[in-house]
C-alpha cells in the first residue's frame, strides 16, 4: 500500500497537535518552578540560530539559519527559524549558483539541565542542478520535514548559550532523487541569546 502526499499531510497534523499537546500538559504540570510569573514580556524572548561557511575545489558555500522563539514557561520555548543557503558549484564554467530558503516553527522543552527535547515542522524550497556536457538543467522542489529529537545547552554566560542537537527526519524518504538532506539523522549546533531561564 502506498500513502499520497494528500493523505500524509494530515497525519503530520495530527502528529504535530500530539507533541504540542503533550508537551504542553507536562510543562503546565511543573508548577510554580516552571511559571514566568512576573518576568517582562520582552525578557521571554529568545534569539538564536546558526550559521555556516565552506570554501572548495569543488563548491562554495554560505549558510545562515537565525531563530527567534518566546518562551512559554521556564522550560518550554516555542519559536520560527528561517534559513537560507547559497551554494556555488564551480565544477563547470561559468559556476552554478543555487539558492535554498526555508521556514520551521519549532517547539524545545528542557527536560533536565542541560537536555532539552526539540521537534519541528520544516518547510524547505530546494534548488538543484544536473550538469550535462551540453549545459545545465535546473529545478527546484519543496521539502516539508517533520524533525525531533534531542540536545544539549551550555552556557556561557548570562544571557549567551551554546547548543547542539541531533534530530530524526520523519520525512525522510531514501529513493528521492535529489534531497535536501543526505541521511535521516540532522546534526545541528549554534548560539543561543537571550533571557532562555533554563
Request: glycine share 12%.
Amino acid at each position: 500500500m502506498s500513502l499520497l502526499k494528500s493523505d500524509i499531510i494530515p497525519v503530520k497534523i495530527f502528529l504535530g497537535l500530539a507533541f504540542l499537546t503533550a508537551a504542553t500538559t507536562m510543562v503546565f504540570a511543573q508548577g510554580e518552578n516552571n511559571s514566568l510569573k512576573g518576568v517582562p514580556p520582552g525578557e521571554r524572548v529568545v534569539f538564536g540560530g546558526g550559521m555556516g561557511v565552506g570554501f572548495g575545489s569543488v563548491q562554495d558555500f554560505v549558510s545562515v539559519s537565525p531563530s527567534v522563539g518566546y518562551l512559554l514557561t521556564r522550560k518550554l520555548v516555542t519559536g520560527v527559524g528561517i534559513q537560507y543557503r547559497y551554494t556555488s558549484y564551480k565544477v563547470v564554467k561559468p559556476a552554478v549558483k543555487l539558492n535554498d530558503y526555508g521556514v520551521a516553527p519549532f517547539a524545545r522543552f528542557m527536560l533536565y539541565n542541560p537536555i532539552f527535547l526539540h521537534a519541528e515542522y520544516e518547510y524547505l524550497n530546494f534548488e538543484h542542478a544536473v550538469i550535462y556536457s551540453s549545459g545545465v538543467e535546473r529545478s527546484r522542489q519543496s521539502f516539508d520535514s517533520v524533525l525531533a529529537g534531542g540536545g544539549i545547552l551550555q552556557p556561557l554566560g548570562k544571557r549567551f548559550a551554546f547548543y547542539a542537537m541531533a534530530l530524526y527526519n520523519f520525512s525522510y524518504k531514501d529513493e528521492t532523487v535529489f534531497s535536501a538532506y543526505d541521511s535521516p539523522l540532522v546534526i545541528r549546533a549554534g548560539i543561543t541569546i537571550g533571557g532562555f531561564g533554563f
